[in-house]
């Protein structure tokens, strides 16, 4: 994968803003260290208003710069939904799977964000924790069919074991490329991106890049 990170000094072709959203404490910070500086802390503290950070990638020989804003979760930080929410191009909607009330608050969280933010967003549900699958309490195949019901990506990660992390920043940064791609195109170019898009509500595919342990990733079909 030695050209998926870009050079600092190149041009930026592109910047993308997703915004990671979700009750406190599912881990919306840690899939953002994870994803960004490849960390993981045992003793990190809520989130207190909002924090972004930035990293640049190589999508299709085009550098992408994904800005990710990640805010808290509680109720009382929720008068900076507007300016959270604005110029975002995609978003990740993030629950516990273990703790079914963070599931259960998905389709408000959802409605939140459809209501301030572009029609044409890309949206993500994620499954964090799944290094804890003793301990599950949202089962696969609820998380699937909500997925389905509303259209979104859906994927499980684990940001301590870093488990699909990168999978689905990456997948969701590409998708948001090949729909602004899509829109430039002209008419006898648009051929060249049918049938690229990934299909939305079912678990993602990925390589079994976990190390030597035997354990199979997250979002693996049985």
């Known amino acids: 994968m030695s050209n998926l990170y870009g050079d600092y000094n190149q ?6 803003k997703v915004v990671l959203i979700g009750d406190s404490a599912v881990g919306k910070t840690q899939l953002l260290a994870r994803f960004a500086r490849n960390e993981f802390s045992v003793d990190s503290k809520a989130t207190i208003g909002v924090e972004f950070q930035t990293k640049t990638l190589i999508v299709d020989s085009k550098t992408v710069k994904a800005q990710i804003w990640d805010t808290a979760g509680q109720e009382r930080y929720r008068a900076v939904t507007s300016a959270y929410y604005r110029g975002a191009v995609g978003a990740m909607l993030v629950y516990d799977m273990t703790k079914r009330q963070s599931f259960d608050h998905m ?4 409605e939140e964000l459809r209501g301030h933010a572009d029609k044409n967003i890309v949206i993500m549900l994620i499954g964090n924790k799944c290094d804890l699958g003793t301990l599950r309490a949202v089962p696969t195949e609820d998380a699937e069919e909500f997925a389905q019901r509303e ?7 684990s940001a301590l074991e870093s488990t699909n992390v990168e999978t689905a920043f990456l997948t969701i940064l590409t998708e948001i490329y090949r729909i602004i791609r ?6 006898n170019e648009e051929g060249e991106s049918s049938g690229s898009g990934l299909l939305k509500g079912t678990r993602i595919p990925v390589p079994n890049q976990e190390p030597a342990t035997g354990k199979k990733g997250c979002c693996f079909g049985s």
């Open 107 to 110: 389709a408000r969280w959802l």
């Open 151 to 157: 259209n979104l990506f859906f994927m499980e990660t």
């Open 11 to 16: 041009k930026i072709d592109y910047v993308f």
């Open 182 to 187: 899509k829109n430039t195109l002209t008419s």
